[in-house]
């Protein structure tokens, strides 16, 4: 009896041991992965700074200049799921760039130009084009909506954004940067160029 007692101890032992050296099972996934320097979810925006050898965009303050860095915002802080494109290097270089975020839910184009030799005559040096679609799939139809923005700057340290212009269905925006502050220049009509059921709405009635 005495002999069995001890073989279960040194057994207990041994198995108390081995599950002392077991690390413990943890969850991992694509999402649980906290950004650092050597990891993190590929963005528009690092795209964007990559390109223009950036650290960020500076948008003009106030009122437009708001409201486009945050239309921005919206598609270039987001992790994409997919990106396909072309990308040219050298003084003068240029971008086309299509990606999907949310699993196709959110997709679009991002074009970006760098160097005076390409930007037709424009005093500034950098452009960026974003075109983004929204769908929301409801039954026997698929609704879709939309927002264009364009912007141009100089591009030295930052992206200093010196005038652009956005469009959704039913606003149509340019600004430009003074002193630091956007002015604006606005027109708000009836929602256009909104696919429902695969039908285009009709664009605003003429004035």
Do not use: W
Request: aromatic content about 8%; charged content about 15%.
């Amino acid at each position: 009896m005495r002999h069995q007692l001890l073989l279960l101890l040194s057994v207990g032992l041994v198995i108390f041991f081995a599950l002392m050296n077991v690390d413990a099972p943890s969850i991992t996934g694509a999402f649980l992965v906290k950004e650092t320097e050597t990891t993190y979810a590929v963005k528009l925006h690092h795209i964007v700074n990559k390109f223009f050898g950036v650290a960020g965009l500076q948008f003009p303050a106030g009122s437009c200049g708001d409201i486009a860095e945050q239309l921005y915002a919206n598609i270039a802080a987001q992790g994409l799921d997919e990106t396909s494109g072309t990308i040219t290097s050298g003084n003068s270089k240029l971008a086309t760039i299509s990606f999907d975020i949310d699993q196709i839910d959110t997709f679009g184009t991002l074009d970006m130009v760098k160097g005076p030799v390409l930007m037709d005559g424009n005093p500034e040096d950098s452009f960026i084009s974003i075109s983004a679609e929204s769908i929301v799939r409801v039954p026997k139809e698929i609704k879709t909506t939309y927002y264009f923005l364009d912007i141009y700057g100089m591009s030295d340290g930052l992206f200093h954004v010196t005038h652009g212009s956005f469009s959704t269905p039913s606003v149509d925006c340019t600004f430009k940067s003074q002193a630091g502050q956007a002015v604006c220049d606005c027109n708000v009509h009836r929602v256009s160029g909104i696919r429902t059921g695969g039908i285009t709405a009709l664009r605003p009635l003429p004035e």
